[in-house]
């Protein structure tokens, strides 16, 4: 907003020019995103502890985890309404990606509202049950790869990380392989948010590998140079994701070891959704198997968990998702968080590195 309200006065007050910079605009929409969740999460942490939206915590698991029970959640309020505030103030709202990407994670929020809503305040403690959730996540996925997919302009070829000329066209296919990427991201993150600082961290690291992505996609001359596709406006798509990298770093000083409070699904579901859908907009859907990889690396724990027990009764680890086997082998929680922390820094610098390696 402050691009449509003030750049217009340049003419007149010169300082204004900067506001036109993506640049400048990427770097204060981290920073005021930073200072909304930072200010503000002392006292929504002191309001989830009023209404009593303390975690229940398993009994099954990991049995250090039961110290924590109480601990406050929902915190992923703070972060959603920190990104929507700074984006809304500094993208340049008149592109259809911010609104469609806004869309998409505001969606997927309320759908974790309602289920921790279920979960903590009706005490249903289940929450929606996973079909619910399920079809609610493919509703607002659907909603998001159409109106996508009829945007002008917009083209259904697949971007193949390391090949510059294979480029498959998946034609209305497209659709369902957008859902994938939204939902799959989505519920990937949720998997990994189970310990203190651990999706976080990840969530954080991918934002910041797509703004870069998201930028030079943007940029007509960088795009052709890299060549990569470039698609007009997605340079804003930067601006959400440095939003989300600001909100997440004020909101892991509180979910730092040991937490003052967890996102909820009400945070790890949008958070998800919303890197998944940068990831189809800005034409990078298959390198985020890369930056996130340590979501894709705690999601195909479970699958393999369970497809292994289901088939010879047997597990593959202690305990899925696999930060869990890690604990039950005697792990300090910092050092699984941390060494998962450095592996999703270095699958970041490799996705880069894809850019140019083609
Ligand atoms: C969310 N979240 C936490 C918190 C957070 C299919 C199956 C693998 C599903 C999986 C599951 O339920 N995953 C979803 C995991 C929970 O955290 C809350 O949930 C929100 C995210 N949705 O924001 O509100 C607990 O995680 C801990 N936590 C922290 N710090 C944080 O910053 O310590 C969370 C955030 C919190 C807290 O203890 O209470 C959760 O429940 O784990 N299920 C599992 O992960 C279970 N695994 C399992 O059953 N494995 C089986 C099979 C099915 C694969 C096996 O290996 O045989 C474990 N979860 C728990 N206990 N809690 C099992 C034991």
Known sequence: MLYIWLYPFHTQF????????????????????????????????RKLQEIKLGQQVRDDGPKRHLAKSGTPTMGGILIIFAVTLSTLLW?????????????????????????????????RSKGLSALQKFTAQIGVALLVAVVLYFLPEYNTKLSVPFFKSFTPDLGWFYIVFAIIV???????????????GLAIGPIMITALAYTVVAYVTGHRLMSEYLLIPHIEGAGELAVFTAAI????????????????????????????????????????????LMVGGVFVIEAVSVIFQVLSFKSRGKRIFLMAPIHHHFEMKGWEEPKVVVRLWIIAILLALLSLSTLKLR
């Not at 910079?21 to 995103?33: D, E, G, L, N, P």
């Not at 609104?99 to 969606?107: H, I």
């Not at 997440?248 to 890197?275: E, H, I, K, Q, R």
Request: aromatic letters at 14%.
């Open 91 to 123: 993208a340049d709202i008149s592109r259809p990606h911010i609104w469609l990407v806004l869309g998409a994670t505001l969606g997927f929020c309320a759908i974790g509202f309602v289920d921790d809503y279920l979960k903590f305040i009706k005490s």
């Open 182 to 196: 939204i939902v799959g991201s989505s519920n990937a993150v949720n998997l990994t948010d189970g310990l203190d």
């Open 14 to 45: 010169s300082f204004l020019n900067v506001f036109r910079y993506q640049s400048f605009r990427i770097i204060y929409a981290a920073v005021t995103a930073f200072l909304i969740a930072f200010v503000l999460a002392p006292w929504v942490i």
């Open 245 to 288: 990298l600001g909100s997440s770093l004020g909101f892991l000083w509180f979910n730092t070891y040991p937490a003052s409070v967890f996102m909820g699904d009400v945070g790890s579901l949008p958070l998800g959704a919303a890197l998944g859908t940068v990831a189809v907009i800005s034409k990078h859907e298959l390198l985020l």
